[in-house]
């Protein structure tokens, strides 16, 4: 075993020595891919801060925009780049399980405040699936389309799995969510300025429900205590939706 | 922050096998997550700092780990582009929708318990 070794690190130096020659070897590979993702993600979020937090230059957006035209530009296929950089999709799955900690910590405020919160989760929750749904389907979107929008607001993580679990395409979610969440961000402290919220724990929850992670990060900004509604309705909207959108979800497709 | 990740993962395998072996449509990680609540609820100081500085590190940099599955929205199928109209509608007016009633309901709500 030890001789192996040195030989596969030998082989391996050979392989990227060869690949100087042919490019596209190299820039194929999990090792420039997965540097590359954190880079634009770094530069995504440097830019953010310096031009004063503009709504469409939240870092998602800039550095998925960045990613995909430098696959363009390299001729990389998109699967070829989702293989490479597997490692940090897999990471989603800890990262889920590690939801249940702001969950924990903060599952003292529903214990206080059960009856707004569970009604307004239980409310808020189905209003965020059927409006969507509803919208999109006297749009004339297509059941793949309508299944791929149904957890939209729900965090990335959960919303795939949810995904893996009804059908729709992973792709598609992924974007929706984002975007939701940026969106959703960005015009509740107007909505709330217009119907006349003031409640730090409401505006929390709401951000959180509705803009899930993008949402709780907009929550922290305005306050702590606004922060530690958002990560709460964040993890119970999380568990919430997946519970019951496999069966709502029979009401539009 | 090792050990946090062992126990995350650990949680996430329990969530697959539960979710393999059961006919319930949830997926391994949201079992997962359950059952770590659930845990630290009954044994609140098992572990919690190197939980608590692994999850905090993931959770952190939610955004990255989406990142691989985000750059997929610019690599579509030609089906889902001349939706675009209907998803981009539904999603804006859907989200300030839901934020409306949300915000609303928990105010209602809210308003009526103080008065008793």
């Given at each position: 075993?030890?001789?192996?070794?040195?030989?596969?690190?030998?082989?391996?130096?050979?392989?990227?020595?060869?690949?100087?020659?042919?490019?596209?070897?190299?820039?194929?590979?999990?090792?420039?891919?997965?540097?590359?993702?954190?880079?634009?993600?770094?530069?995504?979020?440097?830019?953010?801060?310096?031009?004063?937090?503009?709504?469409?230059?939240?870092?998602?957006?800039?550095?998925?925009?960045?990613?995909?035209?430098?696959?363009?530009?390299?001729?990389?296929?998109?699967?070829?780049?989702?293989?490479?950089?597997?490692?940090?999709?897999?990471?989603?799955?800890?990262?889920?399980?590690?939801?249940?900690?702001?969950?924990?910590?903060?599952?003292?405020?529903?214990?206080?405040?059960?009856?707004?919160?569970?009604?307004?989760?239980?409310?808020?929750?189905?209003?965020?699936?059927?409006?969507?749904?509803?919208?999109?389907?006297?749009?004339?979107?297509?059941?793949?389309?309508?299944?791929s929008l149904a957890p939209k607001s729900v965090t990335t993580p959960i919303a795939l799995n949810i995904i893996d679990v009804i059908g729709g395409s992973p792709f598609l979610t992924a974007g929706v969510v984002v975007t939701t969440g940026v969106v959703g961000a960005t015009v509740a402290p107007l909505i709330f300025q217009l119907i006349k919220v003031k409640s730090h724990r409401i505006q929390g929850f709401t951000l959180g429900l509705t803009a899930h992670g993008v949402g709780t990060a907009k929550a922290f900004e305005i306050s702590g205590e606004a922060g530690a509604f958002a990560s709460l309705a964040l993890g119970l909207t999380g568990i919430f939706i997946a519970l019951v959108l496999p069966h709502v979800i029979q009401w539009f497709v | 922050m090792l050990k946090g990740l062992l126990v995350l993962l650990i949680f996430q395998c329990l969530g697959e096998a539960i979710s393999q072996l059961s006919d319930i449509p949830i997926s391994g990680p949201i079992i997962g997550m359950l059952l770590l609540f659930l845990a630290l609820q009954i044994y609140p100081h098992q572990h919690l700092t190197s939980i608590e500085t692994c999850s905090t590190n993931l959770i952190t940099h939610l955004p990255l780990l989406f990142l691989p599955a985000g750059v997929g929205i610019f690599f579509l199928d030609p089906e889902y582009l001349n939706q675009w109209p209907a998803i981009f509608v539904s999603m804006i007016l859907g989200t300030i929708l839901a934020i409306v009633i949300t915000a609303m309901t928990m105010k209602l709500i809210t308003e009526n318990r103080h008065d008793k």
């Open positions: 075993m030890t001789s192996n070794l040195p030989a596969s690190i030998h082989a391996s130096l050979a392989s990227s020595t060869v690949s100087v020659s042919e490019p596209s070897h190299w820039l194929h590979s999990p090792l420039f891919l997965i540097t590359l993702t954190l880079l634009a993600y770094q530069l995504g979020q440097t830019f953010y801060r310096r031009t004063g937090k503009i709504f469409f230059l939240h870092p998602l957006i800039t550095s998925s925009t960045a990613i995909a035209s430098t696959l363009m530009a390299l001729q990389v296929d998109y699967e070829h780049y989702f293989s490479a950089t597997y490692l940090l999709h897999f990471l989603l799955g800890p990262a889920t399980v590690a939801l249940a900690l702001p969950l924990h910590r903060y599952f003292h405020c529903v214990k206080t405040q059960a009856t707004p919160i569970v009604a307004t989760l239980v409310i808020g929750s189905l209003c965020a699936i059927t409006s969507t749904l509803w919208l999109a389907d006297s749009l004339g979107a297509s059941q793949d389309v309508l299944l | -």
